[in-house]
């Protein structure tokens, strides 16, 4: 229990050095830390599969951020917007906060799962029934490969969009001069 | 308590994507909003002293296809870690769209700053 | 037919995948191809009319598996997509000859296609999110398509608020799998009736309904609207304001408020209000504006605030216990807006990029005696204008009526009040637009302009047809019955939704 | 990019190989060990990010040209909707695992296992590997680091 803490902790300050840092890279190589501190929680968490996309994502995804970062001659904006939408919006976030805080009493204690309960939850078949009908051991796989295999074409057609997306963002140029011919 | 915490995680994401003036900043509030919400999932799941929903070859009799009944009651839920794959790679795609759109926008004013990125009126 | 609803997912998809093997040379083919599948699209929506069903993907009973759901919304919905983005889809042909890389912009718009019809077939939550990314992350590309300084701008805008919108859907997901212990809409909905609401299920909605409403841009949430639609090119403004901001905001509002959680008197209030200052803040901003396609893009505001005034009196009238058929009458105005909407709202920005083609401008100030030189356009614009500010016998004056009657009939007078009241000034704005931009003097600089062509013209003829055409949809009784009641049937039904489809499996 | 020293070169040399076995083990027994398609294309992808940074990107795109990388991302994608096609043509439903109950399909637990699950996984790692490689390579030219300089040429006038 208690290592669940340290790690929960430990993530919310590299996010608040994150956020409150002046220096941009620090901000990016604190996400860093923010991911792997997450990575090795999943894996205490009893998610192997998770821990692993996330660590290698996560190299991926930091890679994305310093090539935005690096080689500008990086500004130090740090600072906020004008004070009083900044004082609104802690306003405002700190009451979803006090809202929020309230409503996890309703949720099962942290370490019993809902499904355990459930009458009618899809996650105990899953474990009982998912080897024989998918053939697969990893349940997370049979999961997101069969039984919710719908999704995984969604996700995979995310990626497709974002990346397409970049690439038309990225072009060289946009527009046709408009002396060309139109056809 | 966790719970509460990660909620806490997740409003620090969304301050940061609201307050900050610098793009990449706000980019680096919205991830930190994504873990927080993925973070939550898995722990929804979590199963105290439990084990991962992966069966090796000693917990199955191959013959029947019965499963030990140990596994059964420990297995985490997998349900949860398979939404939290799939929006994993949900906020690399929305990353490496709006690291592009920065790095483009970066290109034409010169600047990370919102407050001097302002064409649009309202 | 039920057989076949995949495909709506699948034929969007497989051509979006293929469409960038295209390279430079096979544009025309591609662009063929895209248009293939747009109209392939509406010939399968048209026969989905009084159908209903449920089918399991993988042959897995729910809630082991993904249930794609069929019913009097979708079908609507289904249908509104597949006319207005055929009609964007022919547009396109010619208009975004001006633009680079084009079979990748036809990509992008099929997959947003994609994503639409995902997310208004799909009877998972979470699910329903994974298509509204797909759908929303193709839109931000396409906002910044023209990657100059104001669309890369407001893309950027539009995308941090819809991230925020999207990182609240997944926690309310998050928050209802973990009470409830299910993500199929119709088990949840069987949780919630069984259990009853509770703080965390409340406090779920409530993200819901905020992100949702960031997607619709509703209005405390409206801030990126007018910057991201009038970026786009204009094929796009007419999908993003005709049925992105429906599909992914009014109607999966709708799905998890009426069938999922329930109607309560707070959140009948919640959707008048949102639905009134929406109505009056988008109009009143709308009146001031001198750029042609931001005029637009509040108005759209406004009239999306319409749409939820009407689906919010019926979720108040049903809450209360009052009559239901006039509950039933305000849902049908909604709805029969939100079609209207996406029909003439499409066609006003496809004309406002036929003016902007032409002209290279859309300062209202800048333009003028169009009159004469693009008579089609002209045309077009007058129906489309007239439609959204209701005058007789366009269909949006159909709606409104619609919306007034059922307003003054469950006693809420301030309502129809300011439902008339709004309508005026929408007209005055409209007025506005064709007194600037068709009529008065033509500019020296305008006076070699020429009208649009080919297939530019028969999209925005086959849309103002259907502005003319579309009051039938109410007033022949066997359209009506075939297909905006069953809608309307939806929402009133409410939670019955989930014993319908755990029954149908 | 020029590339970096004669020494992270030759390591990287011997490392990529390393990685690429490992990304490939990965995609291939998702249905056995934690891991999938999706943790494999990363591995991938990030093999040649490592070549690009060390040898430079032209070395990573004379390996794998960007048009190449982007007909890979479809093919991928389209292969992985074509698993679920098939299901539907051959067992009547979008998604059908159809290869699953096959009588000489192999046991549970074995390398060919499960059905269609380890080809969806090496379809989805063939997408994902190919389109991450796509953005990072489009994300590190260098055409957009000085904004001083116009980029694109005409528009800037």
Request: glycine share 10%; aromatic share 10%; proline share 3%.
């Amino acid at each position: 229990m208690a290592i669940f803490y340290i790690l929960m902790v430990f993530v919310i300050i590299a996010a608040i050095v994150a956020v409150e840092t002046k220096n941009l890279l620090s901000a990016v190589i604190c996400v860093g830390a923010i991911g792997f501190g997450g990575s090795l929680m999943f894996l205490f968490l009893r998610a192997p599969d998770i821990a692993i996309t996330q660590v290698v994502v996560e190299v991926l995804g930091l890679i994305i951020l310093i090539r935005a970062t690096i080689a500008r001659d990086l500004t130090f904006i740090s600072g906020d917007r004008e004070f009083f939408g900044v004082v609104v919006s802690l306003v405002i976030i700190f009451v979803i906060f006090l809202a929020g805080v309230k409503v996890f009493e309703t949720l099962p204690d942290f370490g019993t799962p809902i499904f355990a309960e459930a009458p009618d939850a899809a996650s105990q078949t899953y474990i009982s029934e998912g080897l024989q009908n998918t053939g697969a051991a990893n349940i997370v796989t049979s999961v997101i490969l069969d039984f919710r295999a719908y999704d995984t074409l969604g996700e995979a057609t995310v990626l497709f969009t974002a990346i397409i997306g970049a690439t038309v963002i990225l072009r060289r140029k946009s527009r046709k001069s408009i002396e060309e011919p139109d056809e | 308590m966790l719970y509460s915490l990660c909620f806490l995680f997740f409003m620090i994401g969304l301050y940061c994507a609201v307050v900050k003036k610098n793009m990449v900043k706000i980019v680096i509030g919205i991830m930190i909003m994504e873990y927080a919400v993925n973070l939550f999932l898995i722990m929804l799941g979590y199963r105290l002293g439990g084990a991962a929903p992966i069966i090796d070859r000693s917990q199955v009799d191959l013959e029947t296809g019965q499963i030990a009944a140990s596994f059964l009651s420990s297995c985490v839920d997998p349900l949860p870690q398979a939404l939290v794959l799939t929006s994993i790679v949900i906020s690399l795609g929305s990353l490496a769209l709006m690291i592009s759109i920065c790095v483009r926008t970066y290109g034409k004013y010169g600047t990370f700053d919102i407050t001097e990125i302002r064409r649009l009126k309202g | 037919m039920i057989g076949l609803l995949p495909a709506f997912v699948a034929i969007p998809l497989v051509t979006a995948f293929v469409l960038p093997l295209f390279g430079k040379k096979g544009k025309g083919a591609a662009t063929v191809l895209a248009n293939v599948a747009t109209i392939s699209l509406v010939a399968l929506a048209v026969p989905c009319i009084g159908h209903r069903g449920v089918y399991l993907l993988g042959k897995w009973s729910i809630p082991l598996g993904i249930n794609l759901v069929l019913d009097g919304l979708s079908c609507l919905l289904l249908l509104a997509i597949s006319v207005v983005s055929a009609a964007a889809m022919l547009f396109s042909a010619r208009y975004m000859e001006r633009y680079t890389a084009k079979s990748r912009y036809l990509s992008l718009l099929m997959l947003m296609i994609a994503g639409m019809n995902g997310v208004v077939l799909s009877g998972d939550i979470f699910n329903l999110f994974v298509f509204l990314e797909i759908a929303s992350l193709a839109s931000y590309a396409l906002v910044g398509f023209g990657c100059e300084h104001e669309e890369l701008e407001a893309s950027f805008k539009y995308m941090v608020l819809g991230s925020i919108a999207s990182a609240f859907i997944l926690f309310a997901v998050a928050l209802v799998y973990g009470n409830t212990g299910s993500l199929n809409m119709a088990y949840i909905s069987k949780a919630i009736q069984s259990s009853g609401m509770n703080n965390g299920l409340a406090f779920a909605l409530s993200l819901f309904i905020a992100g949702f409403g960031l997607k619709a841009a509703l209005v405390p949430f409206h801030a990126w609207l007018p910057d991201a639609h009038p970026s786009a090119p204009a094929p796009i403004s007419a999908m993003l304001s005709g049925v992105l901001i429906k599909a992914l905001g009014v109607y999966a509002l709708c799905r998890t408020v009426f069938n999922v959680f329930g109607v309560s008197v707070a959140v009948g209030w919640v959707f008048i209000a949102l639905g009134v200052l929406s109505m009056v803040i988008g109009v009143f901003l709308a009146v001031g504006q001198w750029d042609l396609k931001r005029l637009l893009a509040y108005h759209s505001i406004s009239q999306m605030g319409y749409v939820v005034l009407g689906v919010g009196m019926g979720a108040l009238i049903l809450a209360r216990g009052g009559e239901a058929k006039w509950a039933a009458l305000a849902i049908l105005g909604g709805l029969f807006h939100l079609v209207n909407h996406a029909v003439f709202k499409s066609l006003l920005f496809l004309t406002s990029g036929s003016v902007e083609m032409a002209t290279g401008t859309r300062q209202l100030k800048e333009l003028g005696g169009l009159a004469t030189v693009m008579p089609i356009t002209r045309a077009t614009c007058a129906i489309a204008s007239a439609s959204i500010a209701g005058v007789p016998p366009f269909n949006g004056f159909w709606s409104k009526l619609v919306l007034v009657i059922a307003a003054v009939g469950a006693g809420f007078y301030g309502l129809a009040a300011v439902t008339l009241l709004v309508s005026l000034v929408t007209l005055i704005s409209f007025l506005k637009i064709q007194r600037y931009v068709f009529l008065g003097e033509l500019p020296q600089n305008l006076q070699h302009t020429q009208e649009s062509k080919g297939p530019m013209l028969v999209a925005m003829g086959f849309l103002a047809c259907l502005c003319v055409l579309m009051g039938l949809l109410l007033l022949v009784p066997a359209l009506r019955q075939s297909i905006l009641e069953p809608a309307v049937d939806v929402l009133t039904e409410g939670v019955k939704y989930s014993a319908a489809v755990i029954k149908e499996t | 990019m020029k590339g970096m020293t004669i020494i992270v070169k030759t390591i990287s040399g011997w490392v990529k190989v390393l990685i690429i076995m490992f990304g490939i083990y990965i995609t291939l027994t998702g249905h056995l060990s934690p891991g999938g398609g999706f943790a494999g294309g990363v591995i991938l992808a990030s093999a040649y990010v490592l070549l690009m940074l060390a040898f430079g990107k032209e070395y990573a795109e004379e390996n794998l040209p960007i048009p190449l990388a982007s007909k890979l991302e479809s093919v991928g994608a389209l292969l992985f909707a074509l698993v679920a096609i098939m299901g539907a043509i051959s067992s009547g439903s979008f998604f059908v695992n159809f290869l699953q109950h096959k009588e000489a399909h192999g046991q549970a637990l074995d390398l060919i296992s499960a059905g269609t699950i380890p080809y969806s996984n090496l379809f989805i790692g063939i997408k994902v590997g190919a389109s991450l490689f796509l953005v990072i390579l489009i994300l590190s030219s260098s055409q957009y680091y000085s904004p001083n300089r116009p980029i694109d040429g005409k528009e800037f006038k």
